[in-house]
């Protein structure tokens, strides 16, 4: 066995074991977690359109759903739900004295439907029957989660920037994902039966990308594709039914490989990533450091905000945030997963620290909607900050220096013209 090969099974022997080190450690006697902001992504929906591309490259129909296209579905919101359940007894020293009429919440979503219901039906699992309200801003002008991309975004510089990454080899992509690529194309069209249209057209060469547009490419579209059975496995659909019985959880991961790697590109590229996360960062940082400009109140210690996944690839490629599931891809976005920021103090020393983490439950436990108050618990993975970050297990950063690295990576012109 190469050398290199074994020191890659040591370190991501040593990851894991950290992570796990992470979510049993509990916090020393003289930590006291003092607030906690949560970006999370809404729960499983039904698939959009562009993770159907109007049927026309599957040979049999895309299975039917319970709700409309990019809706959230009763499925995804009681996952959702046991995942607030979840983080009520992860923080009970934030939320155990606290009343329904003074719940020290604050909670604001995107104007989507699914996200901000997700955001209720996490409020259901945190505070049980308390009307904690969902706070969210009108539809234009929103940069906190949908930043107005068109009006800020300068489309060259995003094409040099992402195409720089490859080299100038847009092209990359299909020939790195043709094993995946092919597995995409059985999965669409290996059918027979009334209901299998075989005629066809072979998404890989349906598509001709026009320079270094990969938008529209046919790793856009294997991406998307991939999304979409990913969603069928979580909604918990049999699996005859995910990818039409031709997509086993093994080929979920290889599917999905596509999707994580792609939106790297598209969305953790450091331009667009300072474009489109910088006003979020700030409200971050302000939040954390209690100053004029954060969100909620300084009497609310559990920060709660609903987006989608772009949201925390936005965020992570800004301040250069990566992480591992256990179960899924590198820098995976799964339903309901989420980055964490936990605010910590010393009680001997007042000196305050910021832990980053990336929570998310595994696809089987939101499959089956497995309670996480027991015995089992999600994914708990820390996360490196460079350039702030202290030693493993925590990854703990000092406060002060989490809020200049913030400041460092985002574009003030972008937040001055996000208002």
């Known amino acids: 066995m190469p ?13 894991c074991t950290h992570c796990a080190q992470a979510q049993e450690r509990p916090p020393a006697s003289d930590d006291e977690i003092r607030s906690v902001v949560v970006l999370v992504r809404h729960g499983v929906r039904a698939p959009i359109e562009s993770e159907i591309r109007g049927s026309a ?10 709700a409309a296209p990019g809706v959230l579905t009763q499925h995804g919101a009681d996952g959702l739900r046991l995942l607030g359940e979840y983080y009520r007894l992860r923080y009970p020293s934030l939320l155990q004295h606290l009343s329904c009429e003074h719940p020290g919440i604050y909670v604001e979503a995107n104007t989507t439907q699914r996200t901000i219901a997700s955001a209720r039906a996490i409020v259901a699992g945190v505070a049980p029957g ?44 299909a020939g790195a994902f043709a094993a995946p690529l092919a597995n995409m194309h059985r999965v669409l069209m290996d059918c027979n039966g009334s209901h299998c249209d075989k005629t066809k057209p072979d998404f890989r060469n349906a598509v001709v990308m026009h320079g270094d547009d990969l938008t529209e490419s046919p790793v856009a579209m294997g991406a998307d594709f991939a999304e979409n059975f990913l969603l069928q496995y979580t909604e918990g659909m049999p699996m005859d039914k995910v990818g039409w019985g031709r997509v086993s959880r093994e080929d979920l991961n290889s599917l999905m490989e596509m999707n994580t790697r792609y939106h790297d590109f598209m969305l953790r590229t450091p331009y667009f990533a300072q474009v489109a996360a910088s006003d979020l960062a700030v409200h971050l940082r302000d939040t954390i450091l209690g100053v004029p400009g954060q969100l909620g109140t300084p009497q609310d210690r559990l920060v709660l905000l609903v987006g989608h996944d772009a949201n925390l690839s936005w965020l992570g490629g800004l301040l250069r945030l990566d992480w591992l599931l256990p179960d899924q891809t590198f820098n995976a976005t799964p339903p309901g997963s989420a980055l964490v920021f936990e605010v910590h103090q010393s009680k001997t020393t007042g000196a ?25 618990e999600p994914s708990v993975a820390p996360v490196y900050v460079p350039g702030c970050s202290g030693p493993a297990p925590t990854y703990a950063c000092m406060v002060d220096r989490f809020a200049g690295i913030i400041t460092a990576a985002i574009d003030p012109a972008m937040v001055e013209a996000a208002k």
Not at 3 to 15: A, K
Not at 363 to 374: F, K, S, Y
Request: glycine share 6%; aromatic share 14%.
């Open 130 to 173: 308390c009307p904690v309200e969902v706070h969210f801003r009108p539809r234009q002008g929103n940069p906190l989660f949908a930043p107005s991309t068109n009006r800020l975004v300068d489309k060259q510089k995003v094409t040099d920037a992402t195409d720089g990454r490859m080299g100038n080899q847009p092209d990359w992509f």
């Open 57 to 66: 490259y599957n040979a049999e129909p895309w299975p039917a759903w319970s």
């Open 352 to 376: 305050s620290t910021v832990r980053v983490l990336f929570v998310s439950q595994t696809l089987d436990q939101i499959r089956n909607l497995r309670p996480l108050t027991g015995g089992e």
């Open 3 to 15: 050398v290199r090969f074994l020191f890659f099974l040591l370190s991501l022997y040593c990851l």
